[in-house]
């Protein structure tokens, strides 16, 4: 299993951006298909952003066009850049890991998970 542990979150105004990061740990992170959820208060955690293998990635509607998310395998790292931020991004991102060859945007298909890192869009 993989362990992971998001960073870069913050607080920022609507308009603003912010690259959030997650660090795994593993011989294994090339093959897994990563991730970005998130979670607002009193919301059902949503998928954001996923990214495979082979580097095939795939998007929700609400980030379509400001979210860009990569993957540095060297550095087993994921990254989300979120651009135009908007207060309804407000919440806490998790990155996760599944074992899937192909893209996922159900929780339930990704066995690990980071502590989340929260972020605050003030408008």
């Known amino acids: 299993q993989v362990q992971l542990v998001e960073s870069g979150g913050g607080l920022v105004q609507a308009g603003d951006s912010l690259r959030l990061s997650c660090a795994a740990s593993?011989?294994?992170?090339?093959?897994?298909?990563m991730a970005w959820f998130r979670q607002a208060p009193g919301k059902e955690r949503e998928f954001v952003a996923g990214?495979?293998?082979?580097?095939?990635?795939y998007y929700a509607d609400s980030g379509t066009g400001r979210f860009t998310i990569s993957r540095d395998n060297a550095k087993k790292t994921l990254y989300l850049q979120m651009n135009s931020l908007k207060p309804e991004d407000t919440a806490v991102y998790y990155c996760?890991?599944?074992?899937?060859?192909?893209?996922?945007?159900?929780?339930?298909?990704?066995?690990?998970w980071g502590p989340g890192t929260q972020v605050t869009v003030s408008s």
């Open positions: 990214i495979t293998w082979n580097t095939t990635t």
């Open positions: 996760a890991a599944s074992t899937r060859r192909v893209g996922s945007r159900t929780s339930s298909d990704f066995g690990s």
């Open positions: 593993g011989r294994t992170f090339s093959t897994y298909t």
